[in-house]
T-cell receptor
Framework: DAGVIQSPRHEVTEMGQEVTLRCKPISGHNSLFWYRQTMMRGLELLIYFNNNVPIDDSGMPEDRFSAKMPNASFSTLKIQPSEPRDSAVYFC?????????????FGPGTRLTVL | AQSVSQHNHHVILSEAASLELGCNYSYGGTVNLFWYVQYPGQHLQLLLKYFSGDPLVKGIKGFEAEFIKSKFSFNLRKPSVQWSDTAEYFCAVPEGSGGYQKVTFGTGTKLQVIP
């Protein structure tokens, strides 16, 4: 299995531009998570989906952030408009099942820099 | 909501030294616990996990962790560290209800092993 796939791996953009991050979970996994990692705040859960349905988006910082999961094999995290404080590494993770026993498998992350 | 505390933010050790990283959680009921590791430039991966049974859990690469319910702790240990153990270590506790789970991560401990 290829593991969780994220694209792009690096993104540099200017303030005000729209940014779309993509994630392909491990085939068969039905839970998907988006995290943001920064030096100041560590690893933060932004949103998670179960069976393509958003379950908890309380970690999404503000309305500029949105996430979708149109099918079981694809999810996007969009920032519009982007701001310099959005610069971070964004990780996607997936797990099989939704119980607390299930290990999350992380993707390689997208390093976002907003100038 | 669950909270996870990692009191050591940055630890520097010489090779062959013993390691103990602290982790405390807040929830007093039935709990599952994880340690994840993030090597430089890489994504998080599972190091070990505790669900039930023997409170001393063995993980990969010689790591172990002990669950002490009375102290709400799940400290990570390794008798003799190697340079390749240089990484950031995250304690994590899944939580949720109704069959849905999300994972609360600690702020992480950066371990630097000096050859």
């Amino acid at each position: 299995d290829a593991g969780v796939i994220q694209s792009p791996r690096h993104e540099v953009t200017e303030m005000g531009q729209e940014v779309t991050l993509r994630c392909k979970p491990i085939s068969g996994h039905n839970s998907l998570f988006w995290y943001r990692q920064t030096m100041m705040r560590g690893l933060e859960l932004l949103i998670y989906f179960n069976n393509n349905v958003p379950i908890d988006d309380s970690g999404m910082p503000e309305d500029r952030f949105s996430a979708k999961m149109p099918n079981a094999s694809f999810s996007t995290l969009k920032i519009q408009p982007s701001e310099p404080r959005d610069s971070a590494v964004y990780f996607c993770a997936s797990s099989l099942g939704s119980g607390s026993y299930n290990e999350q498998f992380f993707g390689p992350g997208t390093r976002l820099t907003v100038l | 909501a669950q909270s996870v505390s990692q009191h050591n933010h940055h630890v520097i050790l010489s090779e062959a030294a013993s390691l103990e990283l602290g982790c405390n959680y807040s929830y007093g009921g039935t709990v599952n616990l994880f340690w994840y590791v993030q090597y430089p430039g890489q994504h998080l991966q599972l190091l070990l996990k505790y669900f039930s049974g023997d409170p001393l859990v063995k993980g990969i690469k010689g790591f172990e962790a002990e669950f002490i319910k009375s102290k709400f702790s799940f400290n990570l240990r390794k008798p003799s560290v190697q340079w390749s153990d240089t990484a950031e270590y995250f304690c994590a506790v899944p939580e949720g209800s109704g069959g849905y789970q999300k994972v609360t991560f600690g702020t992480g401990t950066k371990l630097q092993v000096i050859p």
